[in-house]
């Protein structure tokens, strides 16, 4: 099965590039199928990782950042991959 892990968080204004380095500077202890990072407008940024694991697995996660460098608590989500085409 694989399962995708979602990692979202909005930099405080200004901060979007500072953020998406820190983001792709953090390492997991385990690596992960594959691993995406992306921007999107009011300085946030997303990182999917995917894994070759049970949906309730016990996954290595991207850390909260520092408090002054993000607006609010990061979003995780947890999918199931159903379908690839």
Do not use: C, K, N
């Amino acid at each position: 099965m694989t399962v995708a892990l979602m990692w979202e968080a909005r930099a405080v204004p200004g901060r979007g590039a500072e953020l998406l380095a820190w983001a792709a500077e953090q390492r997991l202890p385990e690596q992960p199928l594959r691993r995406e990072t992306f921007r999107a407008p009011q300085d946030r940024v997303l990182v999917i990782t995917w894994w070759d694991a049970a949906y309730d697995a016990d996954l290595p996660e991207l850390p909260e950042p520092d408090g002054e460098l993000v607006t609010r608590a990061v979003h995780r989500w947890r999918f199931e991959s159903v379908r690839a085409d």
